[in-house]
């Protein structure tokens, strides 16, 4: 079966203009730029300037849409942090973030961090994850 020139120029005008559409269709209905763009968080835990390790820190957003990400606190006191989302990405979307720690077992000394530590409530700590790289470290006070 011979192609006309007709059809052909049809077909090629019918892609041509299907081409933005589907850059627009693929633009608008992606992820945010804030959250394709996840900031690497690291750190380091420390209670009086010694290391402090053995448990999990996790960062809950502030913000609306409730985030989180957590890490294990390392005997070194270093810590990396791994979103809670189905896509397995390792970062953070950028924002403000409480932080508390969870102690590993049932079982773990209550010393090791002070109570006010251990609840998204009551920790007063808080940082902004920027853009890039973060390092963040923290020096927790001994716990009454």
């Given at each position: ?14 892609a041509l203009a299907a081409i933005p559409a589907v850059i627009l269709c693929c633009s608008a209905y992606g992820l945010p730029r ?111």
């Amino acid at each position: 079966m011979p192609l006309h020139i007709h059809t052909i120029r049809s077909c090629c005008a019918a892609a041509l203009a299907a081409i933005p559409a589907v850059i627009l269709c693929c633009s608008a209905y992606g992820l945010p730029r804030a959250e394709r763009d996840l900031a690497p968080v690291t750190g380091r835990v420390t209670r009086g300037g010694q290391p402090l390790g053995g448990m999990w820190i996790v960062f809950e957003e502030a913000g609306p849409h409730g985030r989180e990400a957590y890490g294990s606190v390392q005997p070194n006191g270093t810590f990396q942090t791994h979103p809670r989302d189905s896509l397995g990405r390792d970062g953070m979307v950028p924002a403000t973030y409480r932080v508390y720690f969870l102690l590993r077992s049932p079982d773990a000394p209550d010393s090791l961090v002070a109570p006010e530590y251990q609840d998204a409530r009551t920790s007063r700590l808080v940082v902004r994850v920027e853009p890039g790289w973060n390092d963040i470290s923290f020096d927790l006070h001994e716990a009454p």
